[in-house]
């Protein structure tokens, strides 16, 4: 088993369990000095994609999963991991438990652009799936999106 920090669509665990059937949540956390973002805005067919990046003003919610070895090539191929944009990275992830080390994607792109309302929409709701605070709910939903016109 290996521990996986989900964030923005992986946060709801209907989502993940359909991935990863055999790897069970383990709790939720917090990736301390690290921001959600969002970049690769010229790689996502449906504008800027969602990564973490460092920032020590910040903090992202996300939900630990301990992942066997074929859910985690099961979350590879469906994040397409083989296509090189995301890498993993180990964390470390604030917990009332502890600071477990995990691992998170990152997408191997500059960061910048705009999500689509639609992809944002979707983040937002898979974090109040997940547990995320309301006011981290509210800010995700308050964020910036591309129009249609874009």
């Known amino acids: ?4 920090a989900a964030y923005a669509t992986s946060l709801d665990p209907s989502r993940l ?4 059937p055999h790897s ?4 939720t956390g917090w990736l301390s000095g690290w921001r959600l973002t969002f970049g690769g805005g010229d790689l996502g067919w449906d504008g800027a994609l969602a990564t973490v990046v460092e920032d020590p003003d910040s903090q992202v919610f996300v939900m630990l999963y301990d992942l066997n070895a074929a859910d985690e090539r099961s979350l590879d191929r469906w994040e397409g991991t083989d296509l090189g944009l995301w ?7 604030a917990t009332l438990n502890g600071s477990p ?9 500059f960061e910048g652009g705009l999500p689509s309302a639609h992809y944002l929409g979707l983040i937002a709701d898979a974090a ?3 547990g995320a605070p309301a ?3 509210t800010a995700l939903r308050r964020h910036p999106c591309r ?4």
Not at 1 to 4: E, G, V
Not at 17 to 20: C, M, P, R, T, W
Not at 147 to 150: E, G, Q, T
């Open 24 to 27: 069970p949540p383990r709790g």
């Open 101 to 109: 080390l995990a691992w998170v994607y990152v997408l191997d792109a």
């Open 1 to 4: 088993m290996t521990l996986y």
């Open 135 to 137: 006011d981290y709910v």
């Open 147 to 150: 129009s249609i016109a874009d």
């Open 87 to 93: 890498r993993k990275i180990r964390v470390r992830v």
């Open 128 to 130: 109040e799936a997940g």
């Open 17 to 20: 369990s359909a991935i990863a």
